[in-house]
């Protein structure tokens, strides 16, 4: 493409040169192509200032103001879907003309140079070079992204082995009046998904979910998933497919493409903001009018209890690692039967818990971000105000191919990953299973910075009550400062095990340590929703965008350094320094830390962080990374009120710290 450019420049500058030799060009002839020459640079000017301009309303807008217009962009996309995507359909517009105004431009430098030609030669392959580089930046908006197609590893099936299922498919494409070629694809989890290309639809189908249907409830899965590949939302699938290659010219961006890319990049960040914002908006449209299309043309009570068995998995889910498990890399060698033992279990813990699943599914709230609606509005437009699950396991050929498909992922899955299995078992339940025991070694001191690690370790091999003793151990015995770990992993615990005493545990623990913002706040946030806790929600809403606001305002500022920050001198108390100091010598067994700087950093008049900057020499990445990560969890930790921040030199070599009196608090060379 970069060729064709700069050859269609040169093909276009031999006419003008002809025509230069025929006729003595006019002034008005030069000034209109100088002008339309130079434009280009105009357009690159008011792109840049377009974008900054943009970025500077997104810094400078507060977390109220976000969630305000948020919610205002997916009320205006449910009250009138067409009208807001017809937004976006205008911008992409607008860049198409743009693009046409920015290839005139190209043709005018060309044929200026074709005239210049015979006045300098340098000129003329200058003008024909910034020609090509214009024609250049137009053809890449032409290029599309590769449309998905399956892979080796994908576990398609055939319609010669499984024609119950296909049949069941096909039957709902026809119902829609989806004409492509449909697929399916087997994926190992309990859900269902679609992606739709030009020529072919691909649904992808978790075999977990395929063993809980039977045909009834699957022909309403396959009449969910193609109603969003019907020709009913071709105008959203355009707007994607654009979205797609607008992403991938900005995120490939490299050597002059980087450089053409900036002509449009006022248009695209706006565009990719919107519709970012519209998928989030019309997600739940989009889910309400699939199952529209459920009710209208399969049965009502398979849908519900489809639904139902959905919302089974998602409770599962959000459970599953609040009590002891066995992780999956536990055994020696992979299993056999993964799947079908991921089956059973689930199977086994729906039968025990659905009753007080079915309590919760019908008090949901619906979350702000939601992507879907709550199980009890889907039931509702069914027609049901409360609905049983289908325990029919489908017709002896169907019940076959469900079986022989469980079969096939479980074989699939064992070829795929029976040799990487071992160092699965090695990095996911050995290396774990060594931190915990080399701290059993050490005595199981409960010393902050020192057991965060066994915990987590413990946490994540399945030895959850283990875990949770020692959290409680620490937060009886650790100074109030050091617990926000314990405070985080016990909070999590209650939630996820519906315990309302965790949301104020949460509410502390993200006080304490706003490291544990994000995922606390998500934590209680889904509680609140999943419990259907409606005024506790509205203050947490209010309390949620407070913390995020304080954290954008402060905290988050402290996550990084540039030359614009104000960096001064830390009289940090020479005890304290001590400690940490030698605590991170403590870590540098191969003596590769060679200076440690300290500064200030002050992010308003009431906050400042203390930042520690290390300069390596020598060592892996693995070793630096090593040193680095216990540093923080030490200083995470540390019985003190008072802000920390740790970086790696190398990631800020411009900053010239040894500038700042007192900065340096170690060198190797002095020691």
Request: charge should be negative.
């Amino acid at each position: 493409m970069l060729i064709l450019s700069y050859v269609l420049a040169f093909v276009i500058m031999l006419p003008a040169f002809a025509y230069a030799l025929m006729t003595a060009p006019t002034t008005v002839l030069f000034v209109v192509l100088g002008i339309l020459t130079g434009l280009p640079l105009i357009m690159l000017s008011a792109s840049a200032l377009s974008k900054n301009s943009f970025l500077r309303w997104v810094n400078e807008t507060s977390i109220a103001d976000r969630q305000k217009y948020f919610l205002e962009h997916k009320e205006e996309a449910h009250r009138s879907f067409d009208a807001t995507l017809g937004k976006l359909t205008k911008l992409r517009r607008a860049t198409y003309i743009y693009s046409a105004a920015l290839l005139v431009c190209a043709i005018a430098s060309s044929f200026l140079s074709g005239i210049l030609l015979r006045v300098s030669e340098l000129l003329c392959v200058v003008f024909v070079l910034w020609s090509g580089t214009l024609i250049f930046s137009v053809l890449c908006r032409s290029k599309k992204v590769k449309q998905y197609t399956p892979e080796k590893d994908d576990i398609v099936i055939t319609r010669e082995d499984y024609p119950e299922i296909y049949a069941l498919a096909d039957r709902a494409a026809k119902t829609l009046g989806c004409n492509k070629k449909l697929t399916i694809i087997l994926i190992p989890n309990c859900n269902a998904s679609i992606l739709r290309t030009d020529k072919e639809n691909f649904v992808l189908l978790g075999v977990g979910l395929l063993s809980l249907l039977c045909e009834d409830e699957l022909y309403c899965v396959f009449l969910h998933e193609l109603s969003h590949a019907s020709e009913k939302h071709s105008a959203l699938f355009r707007e994607r497919a654009y979205a797609e290659r607008v992403d991938a010219l900005h995120t490939d961006a490299a050597g002059l493409r980087a450089f053409t890319s900036l002509f449009f990049i006022g248009f695209d960040i706006r565009y990719l903001f919107n519709i970012t914002l519209f998928e989030a908006a019309a997600s739940l449209i989009l889910e309400e009018d699939a199952d529209s299309d459920v009710a209208s043309y399969g049965s009502a009570e398979a849908g519900a209890s489809v639904m139902l068995k959905l919302a089974y998995d998602t409770r599962y889910g959000w459970e599953s690692d609040a009590y002891d498990f066995e992780p999956f890399f536990a055994r020696e060698e992979h299993s056999l039967h993964a799947t079908r033992e991921i089956i059973t279990k689930f199977k086994a813990r729906m039968e025990e818990r659905h009753e007080f699943w079915d309590e919760l599914i019908y008090k949901e709230i619906l979350a702000n971000n939601a992507s879907h609606p709550t199980t009890r509005m889907r039931l509702e437009a069914f027609g049901y105000d409360k609905a049983e699950i289908l325990r029919k396991s489908g017709a002896p050929a169907f019940a076959a191919e469900v079986e022989a498909a469980i079969d096939l992922v479980d074989a699939r899955l064992y070829e795929l990953h029976k040799d990487e299995y071992k160092e699965g078992h090695k990095n996911a339940y050995l290396e774990p299973l060594g931190a915990i025991e080399k701290w059993q070694a050490e005595g199981s001191p409960i010393v902050a910075g020192k057991y965060e690690d066994a915990v987590s370790a413990m946490f994540f091999i399945g030895r959850v009550s283990e875990g949770e003793k020692i959290c409680q151990a620490a937060i009886d015995t650790l100074d109030a400062n050091s617990i926000a770990f314990a405070l985080f992993k016990k909070a999590s615990l209650m939630l996820t095990r519906y315990d309302f005493e965790g949301v104020e545990l949460m509410y502390k623990t993200i006080e304490l340590n706003p490291n544990y913002m994000d995922e606390g706040l998500d934590l209680i946030g889904n509680f609140l929703c999943l419990t259907g806790r409606e005024s506790e929600l509205i203050e947490y809403r209010k309390r949620a965008v407070e913390i995020a606001q304080k954290n954008k305002d402060e905290t988050a500022k402290t996550a990084y350094l540039s030359k614009s920050d104000r960096l001064t001198r830390d009289d940090m108390p020479p005890e304290m320094l001590e400690d940490i100091l030698s605590y991170m010598h403590s870590l540098d067994t191969k003596g590769i830390i060679n200076r440690v700087f300290l500064v200030r950093k002050t992010v308003s008049d009431s906050f400042f962080s203390s930042v520690f900057v290390l300069h390596f020499w020598g060592g892996t990445d693995d070793d630096r990374q090593e040193i680095l990560h216990g540093i923080f969890r030490y200083l995470d930790s540390y019985p003190v009120d008072r802000h920390f921040s740790l970086f790696d030199y190398f990631e800020y070599p411009d900053l010239k710290l040894e500038k700042i009196e007192g900065s340096i608090v170690y060198d190797k060379k002095r020691k």
